[in-house]
């Protein structure tokens, strides 16, 4: 008799044991609000730079003599500030997707929102879509960075004009594979 009451006190001391470790293995993601954090304060940093690079523009438009260089140069800060928009767009995407995923849905979205079965605020829920979205925002921050470097090619000859022509057909292609949905394919066990 007296073994299972000892081999009682072990278990249940094993439970307990395994359940503040738990616990401190679950509050341990609360670690996360740092990069969410982070990614938020980077979306203020690259929003206030992509909004310098466009007022920098009205210098090239006001005060600079009208050249094609001049209208080349403000293009190029115009293109250069939207690149900062979704550089910092990705970084809220990121911040807003982590925090749902590691910390607490957001709440304050869900009061505002019509229905009850809304998703979040950027309706995801794995990993996967988060890098879906990521990917999808930064593929077209990479497309408007390859606009604001062909703004500045001069076309001289045929070859620049080629190679300017397959640019716009591989950021044409790049653009359409972004939107198209990748087939779901079973997965083997």
Avoid at 55 to 73: D, Q
Avoid at 134 to 141: E, G, N, P, Y
């Amino acid at each position: 008799m007296q073994p299972t009451v000892q081999s009682s006190k072990r278990v249940r001391l094993i439970k307990r044991v395994e359940l503040l470790w738990e616990m401190l293995l679950w509050r341990f993601r609360l670690i996360a609000i740092v990069p969410v954090v982070m990614s938020l304060v980077s979306t203020l940093l690259t929003f206030a730079l992509g909004t310098r690079d466009i007022f920098k523009s009205f210098k090239f438009i006001f005060f600079a003599p009208e050249t094609e260089k001049a209208a080349n140069t403000a293009l190029a800060s115009v293109v250069s500030g939207i690149d900062f928009y979704l550089i910092g767009v990705a970084l809220l995407i990121f911040g807003y997707g982590l925090y749902e995923l590691l910390i607490s849905e957001i709440d304050v979205y869900r009061a505002q929102s019509d229905t009850d079965d809304s998703g979040g605020l950027l309706d995801i829920r794995t990993l996967d879509q988060l890098k879906e979205k990521l990917v999808k925002v930064l593929v077209v921050a990479l497309i408007v960075s390859a606009f604001k470097s062909m703004i500045s090619i001069p076309v001289k000859d045929v070859n620049t004009l080629i190679y300017f022509c397959v640019c716009v057909l591989l950021l044409s292609m790049s653009g359409f594979l972004i939107a198209i949905k990748a087939p779901k394919f079973p997965k083997n066990n």
